[in-house]
């Protein structure tokens, strides 16, 4: 299989097609946790009880009017299968790790995905490329209700949505953005940003790497509230501050690209370089270095290269997905060289 | 001009073509002091005196029928000039200073170099690719010859030539290899070679960098002692430690390529990976990392690329030559964009 098929093959539909405003946004996201009336919640569920909760599901996602769902009993993949699906963002880190009566179904475009007894019964997202919430939003709330006119879900009129974890209880609602934000790192206004976010009752986490490290500078910004606000003003608050990092991030760019044109464009194809030539490469390495190139193709600096290989290749890289393509168990210096081989390739398929 | 064309006019003809073992060996140099009669040293000279050894020489080597020399004023040229002849080695850094009755005679290829009234009264050397130091020795002593047929030597029964420093009485000769020795230094054996060749009679020093640092692996290997030892013993010594060096060498590249092939691929091709991308590279660096691409042509990790490359980017890009190049004086922060620029474009004129 060449890598183009193999690529066309292996990430969702979604990561291949750009999203608005995708220079700073990578993608958005909405997701609703759920339970089933009457059925402890899975960390407390008898085996036959989870089964219950499977066969639920599973009966109404037979109705393919709405939504055209395809189930997967994760018992019945490997832990490298499960780790990539984990790693393409099909399934919780959580739900990876596999298990009795748990289950995924999701889209042919894998932009919807519903997860069957991860924390709670039922976890619904949508995930788009780019700056999308309000239409993530839009399609989660028909996937609700229709999942609604199936199930009985556990609901408080004092509360709302009860959920196995108090921080989600009312809406179950999650609303997140993924940003790249290599401008405002590089100009050292990434903390003022991060508080900023915080008192507007939003929380920001580096997707890759521990602590305030943000790996590849990508953040994940999501609501940090789930109860006394409804979903349309979560929905809101979200894109709102989501508009104002935006904006924000371009006038740091063009800022470094005025003042320290040189020093940017040195610190990009060095990274650029690297990646076209290393012979081994750790995921963290080629994140960081994926962040520069991706800023430098969004800049202009990088020619004839197209934006999508940072996303693809962040996924493509990470260790489950490197040994799904290799089909085999790989050591972590293997999987260092065999990760750089295929960045060069990646790369070298772009280059006019 | 294009590059090619370029690099053919500037650089000396005997650069572009490789020398035997010239996978260690990058060339071998042998240079006689010679001083004329009854005139002080050049720093005790009045103008006169110095005028009068100028003349001389003019003289001798106006008779063409063994040597083609072509002399050149050193007050005729730019400091950028003499820089630039400096470093392709055709003049020391002291005859680079310029001044007044200073002159450079050389042969088209540059093989041959003639100072006038630097340190000595003559300073005649031989330059050769790669490993070829008796040729160099054959060749400077049948220019020795000649110019003695013509000029009237200072020379003592007691001591042999007479010079400006005690250090290079007798026969006034040094012979020197420079060697590329990245495998010695990989392996942590330099010290060790260092100690072995000093004890038998040879100076070793970086040909680049300050004290024990050598930049890019280069070291420079020459005689100690040029009284009490005949010419023929001189080479031989040298001869003999050159061959043995270049066999340690050897050995431990392979034992490299053996024990650590990934390692040694990975540091190879991502020094490759900078030089073909940077936008920015100080000469140290440019050399480090050439350093790098070399050891990579000479055991096949790098393919499609001349193992010339590394010897004329060396060349091309010091400072002086750059600014030869670009026909003016340029800021470092300038140097630093405009040698990288050429180090890409030449490394990319190489590829396949």
């Known amino acids: 299989m060449s890598l183009r098929d193999l690529i066309n093959k292996e990430l969702s539909k979604w990561m291949l097609a750009p999203g608005p405003e995708s220079d700073v946004v990578i993608s958005s996201r909405v997701r609703l946790a759920r339970n089933i009336t009457g059925i402890p919640f899975p960390n407390r569920a008898t085996p036959e009880q989870a089964k219950q909760v499977y066969n639920q599901v599973q009966k109404a996602l037979e109705d393919r009017t ?21 790693e393409k963002h099909l399934i919780s880190p959580m739900h990876a790790e596999g298990g009795q009566y748990k289950g995924v179904a999701f889209s042919e475009d894998e932009v919807i995905s519903v997860m069957i007894n991860e924390e709670d019964h039922i976890r619904a997202q949508v995930l788009y490329p780019g700056f999308q919430v309000e239409e993530a939003y839009r399609v989660v709330n028909q996937l609700d209700n229709f999942l609604e006119s199936k199930l009985d879900f ?30 405002l790192n590089l100009a050292n206004r990434i903390q003022q940003m991060l508080q900023g976010v915080s008192k507007l009752g939003l929380t920001v986490r580096g997707v890759f790497g521990e602590g305030t490290e943000a790996q590849g500078n990508l953040y994940q910004i999501s609501n940090q509230v789930t109860l006394g606000r409804t979903e349309e003003e979560i929905i809101d608050n979200l894109n709102r501050v989501t508009e104002k990092i935006i904006e924000n ?11 320290r044109k040189d020093d940017l464009t040195d610190r990009i194809m ?22 520069d190139v991706r800023l430098g193709i969004d800049l202009g600096i990088i020619k004839n290269v197209e934006p ?19 089909n085999k168990t790989l050591k972590p210096e293997e999987r260092d060289i065999r990760r750089a081989a295929l960045i060069r390739k990646r790369l070298r398929l772009t280059q006019s």
Chains 1, 2 share one sequence.
């Open 154 to 183: 556990a609901f408080s009129e004092k509360y709302g949505y009860l959920t196995a974890c108090p921080t989600n209880v009312g809406t179950g609602m999650r609303a997140s953005v993924m940003v790249h934000l290599p401008g």
């Open 66 to 86: 709405a939504f055209n769902l395809k189930l997967v009993d994760l018992s019945r993949l490997s832990e490298i299968e499960r780790t990539a699906m984990m």
């Open 270 to 291: 060095r990274s650029y370089g690297l990646l076209m030539y290393a012979h081994k490469m750790s995921s963290e390495e080629a994140v960081r270095l994926l962040s």
């Open 249 to 259: 991030e371009r006038y740091w760019r063009q800022q470094l690209l005025k003042e």
């Open 308 to 326: 999508n290989v940072f996303s693809e290749l962040i996924v493509l890289t990470r260790p489950g997905y490197l040994q799904k393509i290799e």
